[in-house]
């Protein structure tokens, strides 16, 4: 009778024991989520007890003990990922701990449009909720920044890829500047290497003037010529985009003859050269319709206000040509071109 009594005892009392806590185990750990589909988000710096907290008190999980132990025993405390996660219905504690270790965050989607200029990009990203626009340009005119991505310039301006984009909320300004510089390097790659008279950086600047200048993306390689043959010849550019660049800040939407006449780094009115530097930031077309400009001996162009441009080859054509389509436009505004300017 003893021996059985120190047989219950020593042998089948803990294994009942054992196989009771595993059949627990096994129960609380089948136990399921039962509420709808939720967005669950793990901020950054959040501790592990805080994560385990949370979800708890939202009913994710049923046990947040035993979630712990399990997280512990995988050896995964440290490593959940930032940002807000889907946790489906009917997850079970395992499911909501793999979603939260290996899962990917749901992303939030920014598009920059070609040719916007890097304030416009920092209000854009600012919309979508990655930031505020003023620590953005501040990014982008920080030397040791730019430096560190490898820019040649003063800002980022050029450099950030039109396309569109999709974060994790709380990823940094710095990690979203260097993605958009980093798919500069990747589209563009050896692109603007091999002009005969540019520099890389160079072809990203008349690029951006370019996209500027037209509407018409067909018409790029034309206007790419009309640039490099005055630059050929010495000319000045007298684009209007970069004089409205270089007085940004202080733009009203209104570009006036004492504009045009004042001295910035950035306007081709005053400047026999290249601007300081990109005034936008140019699709690959741009910069291909640069390294491949049309064939042409066009050395101006004018707008016939539907997007599209006449091209001449000399000063009397292109006044003939202003002439007969600032006619129209007075015929349609009341106002010649040259009074809309003033």
Not at 231 to 236: A, D, S, T, V, Y
Not at 240 to 257: A, C, F, L, S, V
Request: hydrophobic letters at 35%; glycine letters at 8%; proline letters at 7%.
């Amino acid at each position: 009778m003893i021996k059985k009594t120190l047989l219950f005892t020593l042998v089948v009392a803990p294994l009942t024991a054992a196989l009771l806590i595993g059949v627990t185990v096994w129960f609380l750990y089948q136990q399921k989520y039962q509420g709808p589909e939720v967005v669950f988000t793990v901020r950054p710096g959040d501790t592990f007890g805080q994560v385990n907290a949370r979800l708890s008190q939202q009913g994710i999980i049923s046990n947040p003990r035993l979630f712990h132990w399990m997280a512990r025993y995988k050896q995964v405390m440290e490593k959940l990922r930032a940002g807000p996660f889907t946790i489906p219905s009917n997850s079970t504690m395992p499911q909501v701990l793999d979603v939260l270790v290996y899962g990917q965050p749901n992303l939030s989607g920014v598009t920059i449009p070609e040719g916007r200029n890097m304030y416009q990009v920092a209000g854009l990203l600012e919309e979508a909720g990655f930031g505020t626009k003023s620590s953005f340009i501040d990014l982008m005119k920080d030397p040791s920044f730019i430096q560190s991505l490898g820019v040649e310039g003063p800002t980022l301006e050029g450099y950030l890829f039109p396309e569109t984009y999709k974060f994790a909320p709380g990823t940094s300004e710095r990690e979203i500047l260097s993605s958009m510089v980093q798919l500069f390097r990747r589209k563009v790659g050896t692109i603007a290497e091999g002009h005969p008279f540019l520099k890389p950086h160079e072809v990203v600047i008349l690029a951006s003037v370019v996209e500027k200048e037209t509407g018409a993306k067909e018409e790029r390689p034309q206007i790419a010529s009309v640039f490099l043959n005055r630059l050929k010849k010495r000319m000045r550019l007298e684009s209007d985009p970069t004089t409205i660049y270089g007085m940004w800040e202080n733009y009203n939407g209104n570009i006036r003859k004492d504009d045009l006449l004042r001295l910035t780094p950035y306007n081709t009115y005053k400047i026999p050269r290249l601007p300081l530097g990109p005034i936008a930031n140019p699709s690959l077309e741009a910069i291909q319709a640069v390294m491949n400009p049309a064939e042409t001996e066009y050395l101006f162009f004018v707008s016939k206000n539907d997007g599209t441009h006449v091209f001449t080859k000399n000063y009397q054509d292109h006044v003939e040509a202003v002439n007969e389509w600032q006619r129209k436009r007075t015929n349609r505004t009341g106002k010649s071109w040259r009074q809309l300017k003033q």
